[in-house]
């Protein structure tokens, strides 16, 4: 797939001119030569299909996209401390402090939304925002904007509160996950199409235009990205597992 094509425009590979193909080969060279991620803990997720992934507090927050509900996982024991359905696919989740964000998939068309989570209270009945042209995914914070990626348009869309678009990021690929660390994001970005192709990225949003800088391979097809304050979690869907990691060196 070109870069820059949209989920509409899969499989016209004729679109795609020698300078595209010799770019992509270029990029898939580059990323062979970086060190992998150091995996710390791959886990049984508690359901199948795990898809959004969030730290809030000291528990992990996960969904499941096939069965559409919502788990608070406590790490050490790796036990379920709660779970219940989603009103929706949860695709993704962020934390926001005192409660979490969910990007859910609604309807027959899996039209995307934003819906407020409060723990021991469960979902708002009226904080749900429409993501932009109802397309969206994974979340981040910043501590005080939601930012939501959209994959096929390769890019991380700041938002107002009512989820009006501040400022589009470029990622130059495909996003399945990103984390605000330190005030810098941290994203998996590349493509999905063959035997998947993953890195995780870093960029400063204070810059104009932020130089995106690859990090590490992800040797699997990740999804979701989020940061416990010392790892990286993320979820190896197709397996049902559930991986903490490091960046090498």
Not at 67 to 89: C, D, F, K, N, S
Not at 105 to 133: K, M, V
Not at 164 to 188: K, N, P, Q, S
Request: a negative charge; glycine letters at 10%; charged letters at 25%.
């Amino acid at each position: 797939m070109c870069i820059g094509q949209n989920r509409y425009e899969i499989g016209q590979w004729r679109n795609c001119d020698a300078g595209d193909i010799i770019s992509r080969n270029r990029q898939k060279l580059m990323t062979q030569e970086l060190p992998s991620i150091t995996e710390l803990r791959r886990l049984s997720a508690p359901t199948p299909t795990p898809q959004a992934l969030a730290w809030h507090g000291n528990a992990l927050w996960m969904g499941s996209r096939d069965l559409r509900r919502i788990y608070e996982m406590e790490t050490q024991g790796w036990t379920v401390r709660h779970e219940e359905e989603a009103p929706g696919i949860p695709w993704a989740a962020v934390s926001t402090g005192e409660d979490l964000w969910f990007t859910l998939g609604e309807g027959p068309e899996d039209d995307r939304y934003l819906r407020r989570y409060i723990p021991g209270q469960g979902f708002s009945g009226t904080e749900r925002i429409a993501c932009p042209d109802l397309t969206g995914s994974y979340l981040s914070y910043d501590g005080e904007h939601l930012h939501l990626s959209q994959w096929y348009k390769h890019r991380i869309l700041k938002l107002e509160s009512s989820g009006g678009i501040l400022r589009a990021i470029e990622v130059g690929a495909e996003i399945c996950g990103h984390v605000f660390v330190d005030g810098l994001i941290y994203v998996l970005r590349g493509t999905e199409q063959g035997d998947e192709d993953w890195r995780i990225a870093r960029l400063d949003p204070s810059q104009g235009t932020p130089e995106i800088r690859d990090l590490a391979r992800v040797p699997f097809a990740c999804r979701s990205l989020t940061f416990d304050g010392e790892h990286f979690w993320t979820n190896h869907r197709a397996a049902n597992e559930t991986v903490s990691f490091a960046l090498p060196g």
